[in-house]
């Protein structure tokens, strides 16, 4: 049995934890968010 896991759903799931653990992180939660997303689909990469 093999587990694949999206990175996109885990990075989202992540920021909204950390988001409503520290409410003050949210402009760079958002922010390394976009710039992870962005990176990923610029350079293709299937993770």
């Known amino acids: ?5 999206e990175l996109i759903p885990v ?3 992540i920021a909204g ?3 409503l ?3 003050k992180l949210l402009n760079y939660v958002v922010a ?3 710039i992870a997303i962005g ?3 610029i350079f293709g990469l299937k993770v």
């Open 32 to 34: 390394i968010y976009l």
């Open 11 to 13: 990075l989202s799931i």
């Open 21 to 23: 653990i520290r409410p």
């Open 1 to 5: 049995m093999t587990l694949h896991i």
């Open 39 to 41: 990176v990923i689909q």
């Open 17 to 19: 934890i950390l988001i």
